[in-house]
């Protein structure tokens, strides 16, 4: 098999640490998601994974904002017969075949145009109404190639601390104005993960900058949103499934002041 070899650097490179952290997981004796899809597209990719710096606990960390978010999705899927899925900043994730939604959704995946030229080659069509849309979410035109006529969920993993927050202001604002409805579901550092940004392995290694970090969720109900979940990435709930050596060190960090507030899982609606 003809592997694809990757030269990617900075923002981009950083989606290989979240597919392998799902494909660990996806290895492991308990997996937290079943992400086949993610272990079949590493075994493509000719690049060195140490880089990323991936561990058993790491990896479950990324299994389980994942798996979260997949539960957020799932749950507005079945709630809304006729839907569109908006996933930003899609990189390598297989959430579409991971939640396999029916014939009445349509999902647009987002990327840089990089990202989405290496996602054609590597991973395959899913079926249905599906698209891949190669832009910055922080451009103004490709929003207007997604129809506004349905109910939207917006899921965006792993994207808004690479933004500034007056970046972050605008994709929301040009979201809520667009659909008729929906959620916005997200993942965010704290100021503190900002300012320990380059302790993380793939974050360092790949020379990128993290800005945004937010620390009061409901300061974002200015831009027009209301806010229905804040979850601690230090207290999801499949943290008890952990063995001891993973699970202590998150039960001590979740109770420090300002640690605690490490990383959160949001969802708001609009
Ligand atoms: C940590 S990776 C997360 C990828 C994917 N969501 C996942 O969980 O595997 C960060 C992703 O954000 C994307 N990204 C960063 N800035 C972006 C922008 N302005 N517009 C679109 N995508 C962006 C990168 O290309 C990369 O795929």
Redesign the pocket.
């Known amino acids: 098999m003809e592997r694809e070899r990757i030269t990617l650097t900075g923002?981009?490179e950083?989606?290989l640490?979240?597919?392998y952290g799902?494909a660990l997981d996806t290895r492991s004796r308990e997996p937290i998601l079943n992400d086949t899809a993610a272990v079949d597209a590493v075994r493509r990719i000719d690049y060195d994974f140490r880089r990323t710096g991936m561990t058993a606990s790491s990896a479950a960390g990324?299994a389980m904002r994942?798996k979260q978010l997949d539960d957020w999705t799932r749950e507005f899927l079945r709630a809304h017969d006729h839907a569109t899925v908006l996933h930003?900043?899609?990189?390598?994730?297989t959430r579409v075949f991971r939640l396999d939604p029916g014939p009445h959704t349509r999902w647009v995946d987002?990327?840089?145009p990089q990202?989405v030229t290496l996602r054609e080659r590597l991973l395959p069509v899913p079926t249905g109404d599906y698209r891949l849309i190669a832009?910055?979410?922080?451009d103004d035109g490709w929003l207007a190639e997604v129809p506004d006529d349905r109910p939207t969920v917006v899921v965006a993993?792993?994207?808004t601390m690479?933004?500034r927050e007056h970046e972050v202001k605008a994709l929301v604002t040009r979201v809520v104005d667009r659909f008729p409805s929906g959620e916005l579901l997200f993942d965010v550092y704290g100021s503190f993960g900002i300012r320990v940004q380059k302790l993380v392995p793939?974050v360092r290694r790949s020379g990128a900058t993290l800005h945004w970090g937010l620390d009061d969720p409901r300061s974002l109900e200015e831009w027009g949103v209301t806010l229905v979940e804040d979850v601690r990435s230090l207290e999801l709930p499949e943290i008890a499934r952990m063995p001891a050596s993973g699970r202590v060190p998150l039960r001590i960090m979740a109770k420090l002041p300002g640690v605690k507030d490490v990383g959160r899982i949001l969802k708001y609606r609009f």
């Open positions: 923002a981009p950083t989606m640490a979240t597919l799902r990324v994942a930003l900043a899609c990189g390598l994730d987002v990327d840089l990202v832009a910055s979410v922080t993993e792993g994207l690479y933004l793939a």
